[in-house]
C-alpha cells in the first residue's frame, strides 16, 4: 500500500507542476520556488509531516520537502538557540542533500559534455 500511497502523492505533486507549467507564463524556477515555499508553509501547518508518514518516499523525493526541511531545520535552531537559531539551523537538515547535489553535478559535468 505504502508503494500506492507514494506513487499518488509523488504523481499529484508532478501533476501539479506540469499543469502550472503548461498553462501559465510561469518559468521552472518559479514553480520551483513555489513548491518550496507551499512545502515550508505545509510543514508550518502539521500537514507536511503526515503526508510523509503517509506516503513516504513520495513526498519525500519532491522539491516541497526542501521546504519542509528548510522549516524543521529553522524551528529547531529556534528552539535551541532563539532567535539566532533560525538562521544558523536553516540548512542543518538538508546540508547532506545540497553537498550531493553539488558533487554530483560536479561530476557529471565532468563526465558528459554539454551540446552547443
Given at each position: ?8 502523492i509523488?504523481?499529484?505533486i508532478?501533476?501539479?507542476g506540469?499543469i ?6 510561469l518559468t521552472p524556477?518559479?514553480?520551483?520556488s ?22 513516504g ?6 522539491i516541497?520537502n ?14 535551541e ?9 536553516l ?6 542533500a545540497?553537498?550531493?547535489?553539488t558533487v554530483?553535478a ?6 558528459f559534455?554539454p551540446?552547443?
Amino acid at each position: 500500500m505504502i508503494f500506492l500511497n507514494a506513487f499518488l502523492i509523488g504523481g499529484t505533486i508532478c501533476l501539479l507542476g506540469q499543469i502550472l507549467l503548461d498553462n501559465t507564463k510561469l518559468t521552472p524556477g518559479h514553480i520551483t520556488s513555489i513548491f518550496t515555499i507551499l512545502g515550508a508553509f505545509l510543514a508550518f501547518l502539521g500537514i507536511y509531516p503526515k503526508l510523509i508518514e503517509w506516503s513516504g518516499a513520495g513526498a519525500t523525493m519532491m522539491i516541497s520537502n526542501f521546504g519542509n526541511l528548510l522549516y524543521q531545520g529553522a524551528y529547531e535552531g529556534f528552539h535551541e538557540m532563539g532567535i539566532l537559531g533560525l538562521t544558523s539551523g536553516l540548512l542543518t537538515k538538508c546540508s547532506s542533500a545540497i553537498v550531493s547535489a553539488t558533487v554530483f553535478a560536479f561530476l557529471f559535468a565532468l563526465i558528459f559534455k554539454p551540446k552547443d
